[in-house]
T-cell receptor, first 113, second 113 residues
Framework: KAGVTQTPRYLIKTRGQQVTLSCSPI?????VSWYQQTPGQGLQFLFE???????NKGNFPGRFSGRQFSNSRSEMNVSTLELGDSALYLC????????????FGSGTQLSVL | GESVGLHLPTLSVQEGDNSIINCAYS??????FIWYKQESGKGPQFIID?????DKRQGQRVTVLLNKTVKHLSLQIAATQPGDSAVYFC????????????FGTGTLLAVQP
């Protein structure tokens, strides 16, 4: 069974641009969560989706948004990029997403110049 | 953000020794806890989990201990191997219909051959 797949693996953008990251969960998993990882702040929760509905959202500005499609695949978007948005963005999936282990992808490393 | 990661503690052990990694969690209402291992360039990998109605759980070479009285979680790795070298994160989930995880700062485990 394939794991969580995130594309692209690396991305370089400039300030002010926007970016879309993609995540394909493990087959059969209906819950997708996104996390941001930086050396200074560690792993921080961005948002969580289940059956195309956002179930929970972290403390990030409105420039960060996401969505989930009917096939459970998910995308997150960051608009008007800032230097501080440089981070590893991790996607994780689980069956229903309540009290279950999350399986993480390898992440998308975003660099904002 | 909710995760503070300004300093990464390091645990250095000899190959073959047992390792104990500790974690203090923040929310006494958390009902689910997970340990993850993260190697360089990869996403977090699930190691073991435990629910709040348990105080100990064992896996292959790993044991997790939960002390709810002092809000403390520990991961014990038996016969530590060079391949165990990585950053280890504990994570907690609050009650309710969500799988949002709050991650600890992480501990770098360095195994000396």
């Amino acid at each position: 069974k394939a794991g969580v797949t995130q594309t692209p693996r690396y991305l370089i953008k400039t300030r002010g641009q926007q970016v879309t990251l993609s995540c394909s969960p493990i087959s059969g998993h209906r819950s997708v969560s996104w996390y941001q990882q930086t050396p200074g702040q560690g792993l921080q929760f961005l948002f969580e989706y289940f059956s195309e509905t956002q179930r929970n959202k972290g403390n990030f500005p409105g420039r960060f948004s996401g969505r989930q499609f009917s096939n459970s695949r998910s995308e997150m978007n960051v608009s008007t990029l800032e230097l501080g948005d440089s981070a590893l963005y991790l996607c994780a999936s689980s069956f229903t997403g309540v009290g279950e282990k999350l399986f993480f992808g390898s992440g998308t490393q975003l660099s904002v110049l | 953000g909710e995760s503070v990661g300004l300093h990464l503690p390091t645990l250095s052990v000899q190959e073959g020794d047992n390792s104990i990694i500790n974690c203090a969690y923040s929310n006494s209402a958390s009902d689910y806890f997970i340990w993850y291992k993260q190697e360089s360039g990869k996403g977090p990998q699930f190691i073991i989990d435990i629910r709040s109605n348990m105080d100990k759980r064992q896996g292959q070479r790993v044991t997790v201990l939960l002390n709810k009285t002092v809000k403390h979680l520990s991961l014990q790795i038996a016969a530590t191997q060079p391949g165990d070298s990585a950053v280890y994160f504990c994570a907690e989930k609050g009650r309710g219909a969500t799988n949002k995880l709050i991650f600890g700062t992480g501990t770098l485990l360095a195994v000396q051959p």
